[in-house]
């Protein structure tokens, strides 16, 4: 199972669940993983069956930054991602920036981080546990301390998403 630091960003979005009013971390010095790069359609969970299925898009912004559009189409948010590195394992910090109306207030550029793993052309992804990781810390210290403090425990992401990559 190949672990990869880009697509960590995404389950963010999927969830619609960009918590935290301050990044884990903002170093930007690990480079993406280019094979993350393009179209991702959603598998839908048995409950969600008939329904079309989300799709995103990831692109190239940087060497060591990512734009996501999620869902793709009128209704969709834009985030910032980039991959952070903690305690020796990389994950995807993403940032909300925008919508079909324009740039968010920064205010509202909420955070969060993505654990994912991919294999054979689906991807999971989960997100960080704010049960954990208390969502309502203001200050990026105070936060990291808290991840690293629930580091080693097995419900430090949660909420799995599914994804397979669309073909050229």
Known sequence: MKISVSFLFVL???????????????????????????LWEQVPDKSESGKPADTMLV?????????VHY????DGMYFRA??????????????LIGTKDGAV?????????????????????????????DKNLQDSAKLMESFLKSKDDKNL???????????K
């Open 105 to 133: 207030e920064n205010k509202d550029r909420r955070f969060h981080v993505v654990a994912y793993s991919a294999s054979g052309g689906i991807m999971e992804m989960n997100l960080l546990n704010s049960d954990l990781v």
């Open 59 to 67: 692109l190239k912004y940087s060497d060591t930054d990512y734009i």
């Open 12 to 38: 963010i979005i999927v969830l619609s669940g960009c918590e935290y009013s301050v990044p884990l971390a903002e170093k930007k010095d690990v480079s993406i993983d280019e094979s993350v790069l393009g």
């Open 82 to 95: 980039y991959p952070v590195k903690i305690d020796g394992k990389v994950y995807v910090q993403t940032q």
């Open 157 to 167: 992401f949660k909420d799995p998403c599914r994804f397979k990559k669309i073909s």
């Open 71 to 74: 869902p793709t189409g009128k």
